[in-house]
C-alpha cells in the first residue's frame, strides 16, 4: 500500500461520516463497463460479470470512477452526481477498490507483470488523489 495502515485508517476516519448521506442503499454492480454489458439491437440484453455486486451507494459503478467518463452513462444516471459530498464519496469508494486490484493480480495469477505493475502504481496514483481531494 501506498502508505502506513495507521496513516490510511486515519484519513478514512475523517471522511466515514460522508456515508451517513446514503440513506437508502440500492443493488450496485460494481463493474458495470460497456465489456460488462451485452447489447442487442441497440438494448441491453445481458450483464456480466455479478462477483462485485453489492447493495450500497449507486455512486459506486464504474463509471463514477476516475477511470472512464461516460456521458451516455450519466444521462441514465440522471446526473453527474458532483456536488461536494458526492465527489467525496466517490473518492472513498475509488480507495476501496484500488487495493481490491492489487489482491486481484495474486488471488487471480495474473502472469501479465505490466498488469500488476499498473495495479500498484494505481493504488499510489489513488491515494494521491484521495489526499489531493481532501485538499482540494
Not at 458526492?86 to 481490491?100: C, G, M, S, T, V
Amino acid at each position: 500500500m501506498p502508505a502506513s495502515r495507521e496513516e490510511i485508517e486515519a484519513e478514512l476516519a475523517r471522511r466515514l461520516p460522508l456515508l451517513a448521506e446514503v440513506t437508502e442503499p440500492r443493488f450496485v454492480h460494481w463493474d458495470l463497463w460497456s465489456g460488462n454489458a451485452l447489447i442487442a439491437d441497440g438494448r441491453i440484453a445481458g450483464i456480466l460479470d455479478w462477483e462485485r455486486a453489492l447493495w450500497g451507494d449507486p455512486l459506486m459503478e464504474y463509471y463514477f470512477r476516475r477511470f472512464e467518463r461516460s456521458e451516455a452513462f450519466f444521462a441514465g444516471y440522471g446526473g453527474r452526481f458532483d456536488g461536494p459530498g458526492e465527489q467525496a464519496r466517490k473518492r472513498l469508494y475509488d480507495l476501496y477498490l484500488d487495493p481490491i486490484l492489487v489482491i486481484e493480480c495474486y488471488s487471480r495469477q495474473y502472469g501479465n507483470e505490466d498488469h500488476v505493475r499498473w495495479a500498484h502504481d494505481n493504488a499510489a496514483q489513488g491515494w494521491a488523489a484521495f489526499l489531493e481531494g481532501a485538499r482540494g
